[in-house]
């Protein structure tokens, strides 16, 4: 009873803007605390403070949302948005606990897996595809203007504000959770008590993984959404301090950089997406997403000029149909009652690419030795950093070594990628998946002895 109406998919939606909005808002000032703090190995200590983050949240996402299938939903948005935001305070007021507490947060930082059983507890399965793009797309959208917005009043009014402002952003998500989001999660779908028991096989982080071999083309699909995952974790976590550090980028172009990539990629996961997968086909859609995303990574390998920085995210924007094209394919190719196996697969491979892909790139960027040992100065009227154009040219003959390495692993994906089949017979199993959906129907009906219990979590499409 207690929330504002309904539980819909619009109050996860605006529980993910306002979190993500407060993050962004501190986009420019993160990367300016993040050299002052670390400026011998900028890129390495990065790399190590996201992967960690990535790893925690990878071991905690299945035991979480184990959790939340007893104890219901709400609680758990609260408790992953509140410990997802508590480092934002940190950051004026000790800059080492500030990161410190970003990598340790990653136990919580689970907020976008219970907002997806959040949704799969009031959509339909033929619904639930459309859902989880919206969410997605208030992501990006929620980091269309916050970075801009950030960046000028960091400027013209100093970080500290940006800070108290991004603090009481998260508050308010804080408050919208307790007052107005109602519990997705009905009484009569719990287990009896609090105290009911969850097994290991609910909580272990790679119990999903195990299942991978038992089917060749679902392990065709997992290869290569982790060849392709990986790099593309790696560069989310380090390519905006890459275009401040290296590149030269003022705060202002780093924040209109990412607010043109978050509106090129929204148009591309939307229409974009469903004219491709009318016209060319699933199978076709993805290696084409492949393929820009090659082109992508290796632009931003060789590129050495600020104006091929914009070129290549452009391309990149159009490499975002890859996942939602792997996620349909995956959905057509599973028999009825295994949806929600196979996309808790492909959910844990990009678990597991959020803590290796950071460090991956962080160490890459090390033994390149690309790195800066002083801010850059200030801009000149062409964009690029004088200091910025030395160290390149000093440190290291190819610019972005990490994105040339992501480069050759989506290449590898794309071939693994031509070997998925186009069409597949599917023996979809009526009777067990009427069986399926009986012995679901109530969380105390007998389960087959053999049969894998999933948690609602798992059964995600993004």
């Not at 910025?388 to 440190?395: D, E, F, S």
């Amino acid at each position: 009873p207690q929330g504002i109406g309904s539980p819909s998919v619009y109050h996860a939606v605006i529980v993910i803007f306002l979190e993500f909005f407060a993050w962004g808002l501190l986009t420019a000032p993160t990367l300016v605390v993040l050299h002052e703090t670390f400026p011998k190995h900028t890129f390495l200590m990065n790399g190590l403070i996201q992967g960690v983050k990535g790893l925690l949240s990878f071991l905690s996402a299945p035991l979480i949302g184990a959790l939340s299938d007893v104890w219901g939903r709400k609680s758990f948005l609260l408790l992953t948005v509140f410990f997802t935001c508590a480092p934002i305070p940190l950051m004026k007021i000790s800059p080492w606990w500030y990161f410190a507490v970003i990598s340790v947060s990653g136990v919580f930082a689970v907020t976008f897996s219970v907002v997806f059983a959040y949704v799969a507890d009031i959509t339909q399965e033929h619904e639930r595809s459309m859902a989880y793009g919206l969410v997605s797309a208030t992501f990006a959208a929620s980091l269309v203007t916050s970075p801009a917005i950030g960046a000028y009043l960091g400027r013209v009014y100093g970080d500290s504000l940006v800070v108290v402002l991004a603090t009481a952003i998260a508050l308010l998500d804080i408050c919208f959770i307790l007052v107005a989001v109602p519990e997705s999660l009905p009484e009569k779908m719990r287990p009896a008590s609090w105290g009911a028991p969850i097994s290991w096989e609910q909580a272990d982080p790679f119990a999903s993984l195990k299942k991978v071999g038992q089917d060749s083309i679902v392990l065709l699909i997992c290869i290569t959404v982790f060849l392709s995952y990986l790099p593309e974790a790696g560069q989310y976590s380090s390519f905006f301090l890459y275009l401040r550090q290296i590149m030269g980028f003022s705060s202002e172009s780093v924040a209109a950089f990412i607010a043109v990539l978050g509106i090129l990629s929204i148009i591309a996961q939307t229409i974009v997406l469903s004219l491709l997968m009318r016209s060319i086909g699933n199978k076709n859609t993805i290696l084409l997403g492949l393929g820009f995303q090659i082109l992508q990574l290796a632009w931003y390998g060789f590129g050495s000029e600020p104006w091929m920085m914009w070129a290549a995210g452009a391309v990149a924007a159009m490499s975002s149909i890859t996942f939602p094209a792997v996620s349909a394919l995956v959905s057509r190719t599973a028999d009825a009652d295994q949806q929600g196996v196979v996309q808790g697969m492909i959910t844990g491979i990009r678990g597991l690419c959020n803590g290796l892909g950071p460090a991956l790139y962080g160490f890459i960027f090390y033994i390149f030795h690309v790195e800066l040992n002083e801010l850059p100065m200030p801009e000149s009227s062409s964009g690029g950093s004088v200091v910025a154009q030395y160290h390149l040219q000093q440190n290291s003959i190819i610019p972005g070594p990490p994105f040339l390495f992501g480069a050759c692993s989506v290449l590898l994906a794309l071939l693994v990628a031509l070997f998925i089949p186009e069409h597949t017979n599917l023996n979809v199993r009526s009777s067990n998946w009427k069986k399926h959906c009986g012995s679901h129907s109530h969380p105390h009906s007998p389960q087959a002895p053999g049969e894998a219990k999933e948690p609602l979590l798992q059964d995600t499409n993004v």
